[in-house]
């Protein structure tokens, strides 16, 4: 080949190598150093006086709008993103979500929140947004008609998530996105799951994507940081909003999650070979009811996740058939590869106990598909060990779940 190929051209694979590269950022070196700043000299009065006109991404001017080292963190986020113009960096994903949540809603809005969203999402919906006069009602993301007649005239937002919190359920995102457009409302998707690499949320119709980068981008269980994507009109929103609750990240973090986002790809891949293998062992024992991975076929969601996406992830629940609480924690507490412990996206495996009910209004758990005793779940986060050896850890955890 003698031409060469325009970015957007290359592969996924082949993008998040280079991704954020500018050499006014790197100097000769590959990554762009650590700049610590707060301070940002100025040559004269005259530079100092043009400053805020100059004040664009990219930029220096102070340390609140960062330096280079967080600016290629946010520029390589973007080029991954398709048809974003900007991403703003906030210091934890759930700073993403409230900061997103500030840039678009107003007193007296409506935000309709999924039913099965991350569980401070809702929190937020009913502490910080109601404390300030935005009314959040949820709704059943699988349930198309209900969410159509959720809107009324003061609905400015929707907030999605897919597969849903704990429970995994995968609802229509497109559908559920040109909806929201189609009624006036801004959607925004928190895409923590599937990153863009598995699910391009812009180019299917959401105007602001989100991630907790503590997860996959970070990947190394060792920072915490959380990313808003947009358009250039929201964008904007976005970027003035952040500035104004005065969020910025670390240069330190930053680098760190430009890191981690360098072996994203293979990262991803392995992780999803590895849960489909242990998901696939998993629905194959007589102990388990039912196994909520939108990966596996026949498993609920499994035809949407096809159609809309083009990756997954480690992360993946299940149900036990019958037993109790007791018998569930049993099982996690024999598990030896596993760690107990929240947060997923490392490169380490981890298992917690789940009772979504209690963090669910509309939709129900079990899932429809279990029967009358199978309640008690599991969330497992499949890391980078190998599966062969995370399958006979399950197994021999399994011992300690038999109901005697
Ligand atoms: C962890 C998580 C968040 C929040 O990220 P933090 O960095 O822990 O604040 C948001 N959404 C989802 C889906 C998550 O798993």
Redesign the pocket.
């Known amino acids: 080949m003698s031409t060469k190929q325009a970015p957007e051209d290359l592969s996924d694979a082949t993008r998040i190598v280079g991704a954020g590269r500018r050499s006014e950022w790197t100097g000769p070196v590959v990554n762009p150093p650590v700049w610590r700043a707060s301070t940002h000299l100025y040559e004269n009065t005259a530079a100092l006086a043009q400053g805020p006109r100059t004040n664009e991404d990219g930029r220096f001017f102070y340390g609140r709008r960062g330096a280079p080292t967080q600016w290629a963190l946010a520029d390589a986020l973007t080029a991954l993103e398709p048809g974003a113009a900007g991403t703003v960096l906030y210091p ?3 700073a993403a ?1 409230a900061g997103a949540m500030l840039a678009v809603l107003r007193p007296g809005d409506v935000v309709l929140i999924s039913d099965n969203a ?1 569980d ?1 999402t809702r929190s937020m919906g009913k502490g910080l947004l109601t404390d300030f006069g935005i009314e959040p009602r949820f709704f059943d993301p699988l349930d198309l008609d209900a969410y159509r007649a959720a809107f009324c005239e003061r609905t400015r937002a929707v907030l999605l ?1 897919a597969p849903g ?1 704990l429970s995994m359920e995968m609802c229509d995102l497109p559908a559920l996105a040109a909806i929201a457009r189609e009624k006036g409302a801004i959607s925004m998707l ?1 895409n ?2 599937a990153s863009p690499l598995g699910f391009a949320g812009l180019r299917h119709g959401i105007d602001i994507v989100i991630m ?1 980068l ?2 996959h981008v970070g990947g190394h269980s060792d920072l ?1 940081m ?1 990313s808003a994507s947009a358009g250039p009109e929201l964008y904007e929103k976005l970027r003035n909003r952040a500035q104004q609750l005065g969020n910025v990240v670390s240069p330190d973090d930053a680098a760190l999650a430009l890191r981690g986002l360098r072996t994203l790809h293979l990262r991803l891949a392995h992780e999803t070979q590895s849960a489909l293998a242990v998901a696939q062992w998993l629905a194959a024992r007589s102990e388990i009811a039912q196994v909520l991975c939108p990966m596996l076929p026949g498993a609920p969601g499994h035809d949407v996740w096809r159609r809309d996406f083009t990756g997954g992830c480690g992360l993946f629940s299940f149900v036990f058939r019958g037993g109790d609480a007791a018998a569930r924690n049993r099982f996690i507490d024999a598990l030896t590869l596993f760690g107990i412990g929240y ?1 997923w996206g490392g490169f380490e495996s981890l298992a917690i106990p789940i009772e979504p009910s209690a963090y669910r209004s509309r939709m129900t758990w079990p899932p429809a598909p279990c029967g009358e005793g199978d309640r008690h779940g599991v969330r497992l986060a499949i890391g980078l060990e190998a599966p062969e050896d995370l399958i006979a850890d399950i197994e021999q955890a399994l011992d300690a779940w038999q109901p005697r």
Do not use: L, N
């Open positions: 934890s994903g759930v979500i991350y401070p998530e919190s928190d923590t799951w907790a503590t997860k915490m959380g947060s």
